[in-house]
């Protein structure tokens, strides 16, 4: 048996285990709804009154569309995986509804810029030192206070940082997928990408995104109807809840549609040179600094 067929007879409860961790522990929180927008109650994904403070008006999905553009061209700056930016905002997108005083700019910056460094230590073989992050803030922030949000995150999230990612459950559905095309994973992969920038994804279970970024992906390599269908019937097969016909697949596929033509089938996202050596751009500064996000 290859490796790959021994990763096809493990997909069952792989899946399985990815979504139920989406239905539960990691299920998103529309924090952005309303100026009345409670907490949502992590035992049961019912939205509760918000505490007194707890509702952060200042917050907006321009705020985090900028230090999302930002995060990418950190780990472009860094040659690191593009899908430690997708777990770096599923920490951040948990810690803020839950956190429970006013957040400004700068609060607001010092959470996303440590949650990136959070996810760049947990996740990458290559570590990107405290100091490169201090650097990135020109002198804004100290160690001090990116240890100090990283403990208070960590409590937070009751330590819960290995999430289920579009990109995740995109590896284990296109093991299913009857051609292999690698234009059709990248393609899957971009679009995930793009989700990660827009609010509009923050409450989606990712494995509608990341369904939606096959579906889409198959419809820009032309894939025939009957590998649509024979790929949808074999994810079902292996876990019901890969369904293609659930509303919220149709809504994030109609908003990855959007994001894509937008984008002129190019990342929007911001590119750097990385075409310093891997030491130097490591002791350089950012090309944008966080501090200079919101100016």
């Known amino acids: 048996m290859t490796s790959i067929q021994q990763e096809v007879v493990n997909l069952p409860e792989k899946l399985e285990v990815l979504l139920q961790q989406e239905r539960t522990t990691y299920r998103g929180i529309d924090y952005l709804r309303d100026s009345n927008a409670g907490n949502q109650d992590d035992s049961t994904g019912e939205s509760s009154p918000p505490a007194q403070g707890s509702y952060k008006p200042s917050v907006n999905a321009l705020w985090r569309e900028q ?81 100090a949000m990283e403990h208070l995150i960590l409590q937070t999230l009751s330590w819960h940082v290995h999430p289920p990612t579009p990109v995740s459950f995109v590896n284990h559905l296109l093991l299913l997928h009857p051609v292999k095309d690698t234009r059709l994973n990248d393609i899957s992969r971009f679009l995930t990408e793009l989700s990660v920038c827009d609010y509009f994804f923050v409450t989606r279970r990712p494995s509608s995104i990341a369904l939606a970024c096959i579906l889409n992906a198959m419809e820009e390599v032309q894939s025939p109807s009957h590998v649509t269908m024979e790929f949808l019937e074999t994810a079902k097969r292996f876990a019901p809840d890969i369904d293609g016909d659930r509303q919220d697949v149709f809504e994030c596929q109609a908003q990855l549609k959007e994001l894509y033509y937008a984008s002129g089938s190019n990342s929007h996202v911001t590119q750097v040179d990385c075409s310093a050596p891997t030491s130097e751009r490591e002791e350089s500064v950012s090309p944008v600094c966080v501090s200079k996000m919101f100016a």
């Open 67 to 147: 230090i999302c553009d930002w995060s990418y061209a950190i780990v472009d700056h860094f040659d690191l995986d593009r899908e430690t930016v997708c777990i770096s905002f599923s920490y951040l997108d948990r810690f803020i509804p839950r956190y429970k005083r006013p957040i400004n700019h700068k609060t607001y910056q010092l959470a996303a810029m440590t949650t990136l460094y959070m996810a760049i230590k947990l996740y990458e073989p290559r570590k990107i030192g405290i100091n490169s992050f201090i650097s990135l803030s020109r002198g804004h922030f100290t160690s001090n206070h990116i240890v």
